[in-house]
Antibody, heavy 120, light 111 residues
Framework: QVHLVQSGAEVKKPGSSVRISCKTSGDTFNKYTVAWVRQAPGQGLEWMGRIIPQFDITNYAQKFQGRVTITADTSTSTTYMELSSLTSEDSVVYYC??????????????WGQGTLVTVS | QTVLTQPPSVSGAPGQRVTISCTGSNANIGANFDVSWYQQFPRTAPKLLVF???KRPSGVPDRFSASKSGTSASLAITGLQPDDEAVYFC???????????FGGGTTLSVL
């Protein structure tokens, strides 16, 4: 069974950065994409970007360009999402999700448990 | 911005059928990009319900079905059960955004 396990909750100061990890197990890490999606309380899902670990190719949502960096360590099957210049609006839950297919057929079939970031 | 529009809420009685719409544009659903649907319970991660427009992962009951036509997609749930109460999100790729996008989510209430 595939599992994505994220790092724990974070409390950060405004203007600082946060780095969240997502470790994948149960399948070949390099075969898939890993995306990051965030969700404010009671709100919808917001796609932030994704990485194809095998080729180290990233694609970021325009809203987060210049502020988000997604990296992958294939030796540990771990993906990282770093978000900088934090404000109170970044106080949401962040999810990683495994993606199958190409961008236009993408399916997120397994998700991490979520990581709450509080900016205060 | 949300480019896939869903109704904020739908409701139905146990045993009934409900549908949840997802309206997009020629930049996403209308471009024949795949639509997937996700189910989310409070304080848990989303779960894949339907992919490739109308395919179900193993373990998802056939009470859940989906379709797509033009610039819209829809999720149908038959034989409503109290455990179906959740938030449902549609998803597709958008060429204008150059990335994945989700609908705003629809809260299903089973009366």
């Amino acid at each position: 069974q595939v599992h994505l396990v994220q790092s724990g909750a974070e409390v950060k100061k405004p203007g600082s950065s946060v780095r969240i990890s997502c470790k994948t197990s149960g399948d070949t890490f390099n075969k898939y994409t890993v995306a990051w999606v965030r969700q404010a309380p009671g709100q919808g899902l917001e796609w932030m970007g994704r990485i194809i670990p095998q080729f180290d190719i990233t694609n970021y949502a325009q809203k987060f360009q210049g502020r988000v960096t997604i990296t992958a360590d294939t030796s540990t099957s771990t993906t990282y999402m770093e978000l900088s210049s934090l404000t109170s609006e970044d106080s949401v839950v962040y999810y990683c999700a495994r993606g199958k297919g190409v961008d236009t057929t993408m399916v997120y079939d397994f998700w991490g448990q979520g990581t709450l970031v509080t900016v205060s | 911005q949300t480019v896939l529009t869903q109704p904020p809420s739908v409701s139905g009685a146990p045993g009934q059928r409900v549908t949840i719409s997802c309206t997009g544009s020629n930049a996403n659903i209308g471009a024949n990009f795949d639509v997937s649907w996700y189910q989310q319970f409070p304080r848990t991660a989303p779960k894949l319900l339907v992919f490739g427009d109308n395919k179900r992962p193993s373990g998802v009951p056939d009470r859940f079905s989906a379709s797509k036509s033009g610039t819209s997609a829809s999720l149908a749930i038959t034989g409503l059960q109290p455990d179906d109460e959740a938030v449902y999100f549609c998803h597709s790729y958008d060429t204008d955004l150059r990335g994945s996008t989700f609908g705003g989510g629809t809260t299903l209430s089973v009366l």
